[in-house]
């Protein structure tokens, strides 16, 4: 019969040598026979294994060169003294089988006190999760409520219905960023008088508003941003320039990088000047003529910026379905037809690249690559970094 380890009191552990070959059964007959009568009636081996007063004789032995070690364990629900009186019982035992033997006991160690230590140790790791949890919700709390809140500020304006700041239309200056995202990027930091592009076409509501106010262009310090920045200062009355450092957006740098890059800005014409840019060279760039398929990538991504939408084509450039950017993923994870190619007028996250990967995706077409950590070899990502044309 074996102990209940919820009783077991004591572990004896101990180690074993043998000047032979000796096996498992020769060490625990060993151990009964030497001890038997050996501490009395009470404490006769196989009669508190029969209660249930001690464990099995657990033991592992290996032979090497002629002769055996290994160590033993066994398990006690006897108080202190017995136990002490059977570990000091099996230390007696001095042959094993035909060999000369020596056990010698390590430790008889309290279950209960390394249960308590265990528990204290697994206490101080749960109690330090909990209070690292709690301080991310509260983090998140905090952060959830001051999105809302800059949610909340943020304004359509024009006919165009653009991202802006709510000061726009009473401010005598107005900054010009790309996305939605740049806006609340400064609304979070107090900049109430930026309005967002909203794309890579210049819409007529900043153009007019370039005419009418001071108008600082404040952009992404990668390609995208130059790109940008090349269509505003050929199409609208722009008055300064101002950018994020190179390779950092707009949306995610800190209220002291936005402070520096603003009050950094250069005059347009000095900006002009300095980067030799000639309106010619946009009328340069679009002679170029576009393949078929790019002209059809073209129309579809003109369409998706209208309608602020996300087209699903399929191998065939065929259209599959129309979808809300906003739902863009969640869309696409519902789809049974195969889509093959993704247009749409935004961003590209690491969600999307790993769904669409899943689905079998093999092109995403939209301005600006986000911030991701890896990119699926079998996908096609076309930006204004590496084919403005289709962007223009």
Do not use: W
């Not at 690491?350 to 699926?376: C, H, M, N, W, Y």
């Amino acid at each position: 019969m074996s102990i209940d380890p919820s009783s077991a009191k004591y572990l004896i552990k101990a180690k074993i040598k043998a000047d032979g070959t000796v096996e498992k059964s020769d060490v625990i007959g060993a151990i009964f026979g030497q001890t038997e009568g050996l501490m009395g009636e009470e404490l006769d081996l196989r009669d508190l294994q029969k209660s249930a007063r001690i464990g099995r004789i657990e033991v592992d032995i290996v032979q090497k060169k002629g002769k055996s070690e290994g160590t033993l364990t066994l398990t006690s629900a006897l108080e202190k003294v017995e136990t002490a009186i059977i570990a000091a019982g099996i230390e007696s035992v001095d042959r094993i089988g035909p060999c000369k033997a020596e056990i010698t006991i390590e430790k008889v160690e309290d279950i209960r006190v390394v249960k308590r230590r265990n528990v204290i140790e697994r206490a101080k790791e749960i109690l330090t999760n909990m209070i690292k949890e709690s301080r991310e919700e509260l983090e998140d709390i905090a952060e959830a409520i001051r999105q809302s809140v800059q949610v909340e500020e943020i304004v359509y304006y024009g006919k165009d219905h653009l991202p802006a700041g709510p000061n726009v239309e009473k401010s005598d200056a107005v900054i010009i960023v790309e996305g939605r995202n740049d806006v609340l990027n400064l609304l979070k930091h107090g900049i109430k008088n930026a309005i967002a592009v909203d794309g890579t076409n210049i819409p007529q509501t900043i153009i007019d508003l370039c005419n009418e106010k001071i108008a600082t262009a404040f952009v992404d310090g990668d390609r995208g941003g130059e790109l940008i920045l090349k269509e505003l200062l050929q199409v609208a009355d722009i008055d300064f320039v101002a950018r994020a450092p190179k390779t950092r957006e707009v949306e995610e740098i800190s209220y002291k990088l936005i402070m520096k890059a603003l009050k950094n800005k250069v005059p347009a014409e000095q900006f002009i000047e300095n980067y030799g840019l000639k309106k010619k060279e946009k009328v340069k760039e679009e002679k170029e003529e576009l393949s078929e398929e790019e002209l059809t990538h073209k129309n579809f991504l003109s369409e998706a910026k209208e309608n602020h939408s996300a087209i699903f084509l399929d191998d065939k450039n065929g259209e599959v379905a129309r979808v809300k950017v906003d739902s863009l993923v969640d869309e696409l994870q519902k789809m049974d037809d195969k889509v093959h190619t993704i247009i749409f007028d935004g961003i590209i996250t690491q969600r999307l690249l790993d769904v669409a990967f899943e689905k079998g995706v093999k092109t995403i077409i939209s301005p600006k690559l986000g911030e991701v950590t890896k990119i699926p070899k079998s996908i096609n990502i076309i930006t204004a970094d590496n084919n403005p044309k289709i962007f223009e």
